[in-house]
Antibody, heavy 122, light 108 residues
Framework: QVQLVQSGAEVKKPGASVKVSCKAFGYTFTSHYMHWVRQAPGQGLEWVAV????????MYAQKFQDRVTVTRDTSTNTVYLEVNSLTSEDTANYYC???????????????WGQGTLVTVSS | SAELTQDPAVSVALGQTVRITCQGDNLRSFYASWYQQKPGQAPVLVIY???NRPSGIPDRFSGSSSGNTASLTVTGAQAEDEADYYCSSRGINDYYWVFGGGTKLTVL
């Protein structure tokens, strides 16, 4: 059974960094990209980044280019999202989601992790 | 950057049919996928590759696409379909992804 299990909730002060993990089960880890998507309280979904779990190459949303780092560890089938210089606007649920695609015309995310709530507060 | 536009809220009577739409220029090049999100839960894929349903998703959910608009149709809406629905697709000129603002579906 394919499953993504994320690390637990975090509380951070403004200016700090946070690192969230997403461990994959039930499939060949290196065969799929992994996305990160975030959702601020009461708001919609926002795409953050994606990583090629085979070669480790990440791609970032322009908005997060300078503050976010995505890595993966093939020995533990885990993907990491690190966000630096946190502000209150980074308070959100952060989700990982496995990538699927077809013929460079169609992409979808399935399954999703359970989410990790990151709260930034002084 | 590409944007996807959804109506913020839609309502449907129990057992009736409702269509949720998603508009964006990138939908002329790429198919949309659709996600259902209930309060306090992670999103769940309901439609992919324009009109395919993952296993476990009821066949009352269907997808279609025309021009710059993708649609999610719920035929015979049930109380448990009340949720937020998001569309998503790839950006036009580079590898980034976007989501619509979401549509809150209320089943009356």
């Amino acid at each position: 059974q394919v499953q993504l299990v994320q690390s637990g909730a975090e509380v951070k002060k403004p200016g700090a960094s946070v690192k969230v993990s997403c461990k994959a089960f039930g499939y060949t880890f290196t065969s799929h990209y992994m996305h990160w998507v975030r959702q601020a309280p009461g708001q919609g979904l926002e795409w953050v980044a994606v990583i090629n779990c085979n070669d480790g190459r990440p791609m970032y949303a322009q908005k997060f280019q300078d503050r976010v780092t995505v890595t993966r560890d093939t020995s533990t089938n885990t993907v990491y999202l690190e966000v630096n210089s946190l502000t209150s606007e980074d308070t959100a649920n952060y989700y990982c989601a496995r990538d699927h695609s077809r013929e460079e015309t169609s992409w979808w995310f399935d399954p999703w992790g359970q989410g990790t709530l990151v709260t930034v507060s002084s | 950057s590409a944007e996807l536009t959804q109506d913020p809220a839609v309502s449907v009577a129990l057992g009736q049919t409702v269509r949720i739409t998603c508009q964006g220029d990138n939908l002329r090049s790429f198919y949309a996928s659709w996600y259902q999100q209930k309060p306090g839960q992670a999103p769940v894929l309901v439609i992919y590759d324009k009109d395919n349903r993952p296993s476990g998703i009821p066949d009352r959910f269907s997808g279609s696409s025309s021009g710059n608009t993708a649609s999610l149709t719920v035929t015979g809406a049930q109380a448990e379909d009340e949720a937020d629905y998001y569309c998503s697709s790839r950006g036009i000129n580079d590898y980034y992804w976007v989501f619509g603002g979401g549509t809150k579906l209320t089943v009356l």
